[in-house]
T-cell receptor, first 117, second 114 residues
Framework: GAVVSQHPSRVICKSGTSVKIECRSL??????MFWYRQFPKQSLMLMAT?????????EQGVEKDKFLINHASLTLSTLTVTSAHPEDSSFYIC?????????????FGPGTRLTVL | AQSVTQLDSHVSVSEGTPVLLRCNYS??????LFWYVQHPNKGLQLLLK??????LVKGINGFEAEFKKSETSFHLTKPSAHMSDAAEYFC????????????FGDGTTLTVKP
């Protein structure tokens, strides 16, 4: 099946710094990618939809200036957590559907564990 | 609008006994439904999906699920649990519209006792 990678898998940073997380579709093109965050023992919450060549669409309550998304190419989307604080510590997961058809499942990346000290 | 309810937050079974993880959904559109498994600190792996074809869907690792429109349910079953099945399971609904967003259930933690 299709493969989605994330980098880094784990990152620890100091409060106030910015962290960039990459999401890549390795063997298919993705015009759309999704970014989720998952707190411990909780489900995935959609943060935003990343659209290649246009602005991301953010879910209600997600600060677009804090979570910057750039979909630079058909295989790469990045999420930058700006001025990170301890409450931003979470598991961030991206996904990409291989096409716009809803009949296809999304392929999920392995996730990035962010810890803000 | 759409929603997913996983009726059990925790399920515990003995190895070799059947597994039942329950999921109910609601959707304004005819949906596609998915079950994913997540092992600790890992991403999500697709177990199976329903996409308006056969209502009984067979997936990987011996799992299967039956779509019941009249009951708006999509319960996940397995005849015989293995220790390796211990994980978090998510039921997901996605509307059959282009680039429809997925809605996740809260998850069910499956524990398998030896």
């Amino acid at each position: 099946g299709a493969v989605v990678s994330q980098h880094p898998s784990r990152v620890i940073c100091k409060s106030g710094t910015s962290v960039k997380i990459e999401c890549r579709s390795l063997d298919f093109q993705a015009t759309t990618m999704f970014w989720y965050r998952q707190f411990p023992k909780q489900s995935l919450m959609l943060m935003a939809t990343s659209n290649e060549g246009s602005k991301a669409t953010y879910e209600q309550g997600v600060e677009k200036d804090k979570f910057l998304i750039n979909h630079a190419s058909l295989t790469l989307s990045t999420l930058t957590v700006t001025s990170a604080h301890p409450e931003d510590s979470s598991f961030y997961i991206c996904s990409a559907p291989p096409s716009a058809s809803s009949y296809n499942e999304q392929f999920f990346g392995p996730g990035t564990r962010l810890t803000v000290l | 609008a759409q929603s997913v309810t996983q009726l059990d937050s925790h399920v515990s079974v003995s190895e070799g006994t059947p597994v039942l993880l329950r999921c109910n959904y609601s959707s304004s559109y005819s949906p596609s439904l998915f079950w994913y498994v997540q092992h600790p600190n890992k991403g999500l792996q697709l177990l199976l999906k329903y996409t308006s074809a056969a209502t009984l869907v067979k997936g990987i690792n011996g799992f299967e699920a039956e779509f019941k429109k009249s009951e708006t349910s999509f319960h996940l079953t397995k005849p015989s649990a293995h220790m390796s099945d211990a994980a978090e399971y998510f039921c997901v609904v996605r509307p059959n519209t282009n680039a429809g967003k997925s809605t996740f259930g809260d998850g069910t933690t499956l524990t398998v006792k030896p």
